[in-house]
């Protein structure tokens, strides 16, 4: 068999660059056409004919060649209408070879709307120029997306003209703009991420672009990218039919300088093929020049090097006369490394080795922005160390890798720890050096908290833990450091919730017999102070920051030292259900530091600042006083924008404040909304296996919840839990949160061992990090007692309600209002186990400490009224009971929707007591409130029971009936 394999090769080689030739001729004058001519004759004689006989049909004046019947009347000789689809001509904008671009505009009733049209141009019909018209109209309508150009509409005019009439971008090019504006790399950067997010969204709706090139990226007036001529784009084919097999003439049209290789072979083209152009824009924007220079019209020599040679670096291929290396200092320098490497990633000879979507290419580029790592380089130590110096150079805590490249480098310096002493120490610089060292590894810990920056923590633990093996053999010689690296470690695993690994790490810090000066040992006191608080052991914690202050009255201590003392006194007297007194000290501690000398960082006093209005906000949410929440919380937020932007950590902690307290206030749309941007820049920064994005997602699954979309809820929960799971939180105080609004759900949908089982696992880890007697576990065990209720077996219920009321009593007495779940849940459970003797003072309890602490228009204090009525029907004391019911069902009516539950129980015990006379006008009211209710807990659970006890013989099948 013959062997065409190379003939097929000459023949796409000679149709590309007919093609190739074509386009451009088509795009020039008539005189450049002439002098275009004359050059193919000498260096592409083979080409010569057959370009001047479709240059001659293109500037004929024959008809279109695939509609004849629809466009025919349509000549060279006739000019450019003045209006066109509703739209006033204005003027010529530019022209391509398949088709020319007006600037347009519409006035209807004085409105002006200004617009681009594009329409095919004359003597240049043909299937490839109607085909690109109308694939541009496909591709346009399906997209909305502010850096894509806008479709309006489009079709064939009166006139017989085919036209799109589509977004005017008053604007420049992409390089013109960044030429004009002297931009510099980063600004460059950020604008080309705005197109890499286009042609994401481009690749999400399988759509391949195949043309992206500079010509085809406007700036508009608002520094804003927008993709433009979808002409060549197409629909990615799912089926995998090889697109090489289609010989048409508009898949040679493509701009060669920017064609990838697997283009220029006419092999398969995906969205590799589009990631691989906008690295070619890449290399063009941050160097001045194209990765390959195109000889003109040499096909051969531009196929070789798109396919063959492998382009300089952009570090290597600057153009001194370019405007980038004119306004960026040691340009070269800054190319060097990440950036060459990530072009050098998208421009890939193998479509396999590029980045996976332009979205990966989008993401490493804001990687390198934030001063993070990014995949195109090699995952050293040394790499990630240099990461670290170009953090701390400029004060950006929050890049996501921070944490990892400083214990890394903190492991280093511990293993060469001993070699530095033995060559540092012979003088006293030396000496200095060394507690330099010292200084510089603590720092590295402090940094590591998850709490200042935003990392992964899968990796931070990790780290951690072996850092802290390492620790137990190094600094032998050095008690004072060694004593201070086991606190700051043990500092950083209670703010990642591991109070067990902290425990251990800040008792081989007190084992450690050294002199220390009075202010560690205030620093050591209060870590030591934060560790009881996290183990529930609030009065002992504050002892010992009453030793702080006795302590401190002769020292001249730091005030960042002092405000964190004033912040914690301040949460822990609010835990301990004495708000006022926490208010007061933090008030104090704000007056202090307005009046205090001005400090060198003026960042950290903002933050002091911010950091207690957000604690403010928290202890005044304990008083129900939510007008003083909001402006505090609003006040932190503000203080967090204005220094530090929309997306840093703390500016999205106060952010998701306020969308908690819109949650807490029954106003779940609004906080959906907060809640949901928080996640998504969560999401953006730290990806999915990050715990704080964790966080937002449990968040967000909160506010589907109360906002009745369960399988939403369930869905983001389900999230939440795995990404604790992939940062290494898996065993975590965060995990039984997300834990417990899983059980929750679940016990919505009535699957109430399913709920058991989740609490009983929360309980479990909860037990192992804080101890049994720990308060906060108190919630669990009665979600517990609530799952045994569900299931009807009420001694185990009340025997999980007085576990709950003891965990929270020997903390905190009757201080703290949550306690009033307890105490009224256990005179439910008596109530309904025929005891009612035995319910004394729990109820009145409950409702003073509920009136007292929420208000007596509270929902909390509605139910406590519910379950005083249910005792008050069980001892026959029908006024008491009718009494209680009507104000239960004041507070419940003002808030709630006549279909919720709780409508429904009320209703129902209400006009039980009024049917007892035997009116039957109450029945059908019974059974719809009876419906309701065995609808939300299934027909076995014991509330459905008491609602059946109370109306003998009404079923809710009489609710059906008119």
């Not at 006139?159 to 600004?187: F, M, S, T, W």
């Not at 097999?245 to 290789?261: H, I, K, Q, R, V």
């Not at 919840?705 to 939180?729: I, M, P, R």
């Not at 007692?785 to 009593?809: I, R, V």
């Amino acid at each position: 068999m013959k062997d065409n394999t190379g003939s097929k090769d000459q023949q796409n080689s000679q149709w590309q660059l007919l093609w190739s030739l074509f386009d451009q001729a088509i795009s020039g004058s008539a005189e450049q056409q002439i002098s275009l001519l004359a050059q193919v004759r000498v260096q592409h004689p083979d080409c010569y004919q057959e370009l001047s006989a479709m240059l001659t049909a293109h500037n004929s004046d024959h008809p279109l060649l695939d509609e004849p019947d629809q466009l025919t009347n349509w000549h060279q000789d006739l000019t450019i209408p003045d209006h066109i689809g509703g739209y006033e001509i204005i003027g010529p904008l530019g022209s391509g070879g398949a088709g020319d671009v007006f600037k347009a505009r519409q006035n209807n009733d004085g409105f002006e709307h200004t617009v681009a049209i594009k329409l095919a141009p004359v003597g240049r019909y043909s299937s490839w120029v109607l085909d690109s018209f109308n694939n541009e109209l496909n591709m346009l309508l399906s997209l909305n997306h502010p850096n894509i150009e806008r479709l309006y509409e489009g079709g064939v005019s009166a006139d017989n003209i085919p036209y799109l009439v589509v977004e005017y971008i008053d604007g420049e090019h992409l390089n013109v703009h960044c030429d004009q504006h002297q931009l510099k790399l980063r600004a460059r950067i950020s604008l080309f991420i705005q197109v890499c997010d286009a042609v994401a969204t481009l690749h999400q709706s399988l759509i391949i672009h195949r043309d992206i090139k500079m010509s085809n990226i406007m700036v508009d007036q608002q520094g804003t990218a927008k993709l433009l001529d979808f002409g060549l784009a197409k629909f990615t084919d799912i089926g995998g039919r090889d697109e090489s097999a289609e010989m048409t003439l508009s898949g040679w049209m493509m701009t060669l300088a920017y064609a990838s290789p697997e283009q220029v072979k006419g092999e398969l083209i995906t969205t590799a093929s589009d990631v691989y152009a906008l690295g070619v824009v890449l290399h063009a924007l941050l160097c001045g020049q194209l990765p390959h220079q195109i000889k003109a019209h040499d096909l051969a020599d531009a196929a070789k090097q798109i396919t063959e040679v492998i382009p300089p670096p952009p570090s290597e291929h600057i153009t001194d006369a370019s405007s980038v290396s004119q306004v960026e200092p040691n340009l070269r320098g800054k190319l060097k490394g990440e950036l060459d490497a990530i072009v050098s990633k998208a421009l890939q000879k193998d479509p396999l080795r590029r980045y996976s979507s332009a979205q990966q290419l989008a993401e490493d580029l804001q990687r390198y922005l934030h001063h993070q790592p990014v995949l195109a380089s090699p995952d050293s130590v040394w790499y990630r160390m240099k990461k670290f110096t170009q953090r701390h150079a400029i004060g950006v805590a929050s890049t996501s890798l921070f944490v990892m490249a400083l214990v890394l480098l903190s492991v280093l310096l511990f293993n060469r720890s001993v070699e530095l002493e033995q060559s540092l120490l012979a003088t006293q610089q030396e000496k200095q050096r060394v507690r330099q060292v010292t200084d510089f590894l603590i720092d590295v810990f402090k940094t590591s908290d998850p709490l200042l920056s935003q990392t992964e923590v899968v990796d931070v633990k990790t780290l951690l833990d072996h850092a802290s093996e390492q620790l137990a053999s190094q600094f032998t010689d050095q008690p004072a450091t060694r004593a201070k690296l086991y606190e700051t470690l043990g500092s950083v695993y209670l703010n990642m919730s591991d109070v067990q690994q902290a425990e251990l790490l800040l008792q081989e810090a007190n084992r450690i017999n050294t002199e220390r000066s009075p202010q560690d040992r205030l620093e050591a006191l209060l870590i030591e102070a934060q560790l009881l608080q996290s183990k529930g052991d609030i009065k002992p914690a504050l002892a010992l920051l009453d030793l702080f202050n006795q302590q401190q009255g002769t020292l001249n201590l730091p005030i960042a030292l002092v405000m964190k003392m004033a912040l914690l006194q301040g949460q822990l007297l609010s835990q301990i259900g004495d708000p006022t007194a926490a208010i007061q000290v933090i008030n104090e501690a704000k007056a202090r530091l307005a009046s205090a000398e001005p400090m060198a960082d003026e960042y950290r006093i903002r933050q002091l600042e911010a950091d207690m209005n957000h604690l403010l906000g928290s202890v005044y949410w304990k008083l129900g006083d939510w007008p003083q929440v909001k402006k505090h919380y609003q006040a932190s937020y503000q203080s967090h924008v204005q220094r530090l932007g929309n997306a840093h950590h703390l500016t999205l902690r106060s952010l998701s404040a306020l969308g908690v307290l819109d949650y807490a206030r029954g106003r779940f749309s609004e906080a959906l909304d907060k809640l949901n941007e928080v996640l998504k820049q969560r999401q953006q920064q730290l990806g999915d296996n990050h715990y704080l994005t964790a966080e937002a997602h449990n968040r967000v699954g909160a506010a589907f919840y109360e906002l009745g979309q369960l399988a939403d809820a369930e869905a983001h929960y389900q999230a939440a839990v795995q990404g604790l799971q992939d940062s290494g939180l898996g065993q975590s105080i965060k995990l039984t949160r997300v834990l417990n609004n899983l059980g929750l759900i679940k016990r919505q949908q009535k699957q109430y061992q399913a709920a058991a089982a989740l609490f009983s696992r929360a309980l479990v880890i909860q037990t192992e990090l804080l101890g049994e007697t720990h308060p906060d576990l108190a919630a669990m065990v009665n979600n517990l007692g609530l799952t045994a209720y569900d299931q009807n077996l009420l001694p185990e219920a009340l025997e999980w309600f007085q576990k709950s009321y003891d965990l929270q009593f020997q903390a905190n007495g009757h201080q703290h209002v949550n306690i009033a779940f307890s105490m009224t849940n256990i005179a439910r459970m008596y109530v309904m186990m025929g005891q009612a003797d035995q319910v004394d003072n729990w109820l009145d309890d409950a409702l003073a400490l509920r009136a007292e602490k929420l208000g007596t228009d509270n929902l909390m204090y509605a139910a406590t009224l519910m379950a005083k009525a249910e005792w008050a029907w069980a001892i026959k004391d029908w006024a008491l009971a009718s009494q209680l019911a009507d104000q239960a069902l004041t507070i419940r009516s003002a808030q709630l929707a006549d279909d919720d539950w709780r409508m429904a129980v009320v209703r129902h015990l209400r006009n039980s007591l009024a049917a007892r006379q035997g009116d039957a006008q109450y029945d059908r009211l019974l059974a719809c409130d009876l419906q309701l209710i065995q609808q939300q807990f299934g027909v076995t659970h014991p509330m459905v029971r008491s609602a059946r006890e109370r109306s003998p013989g009404v079923g809710v099948e009489l609710c059906a009936k008119d």
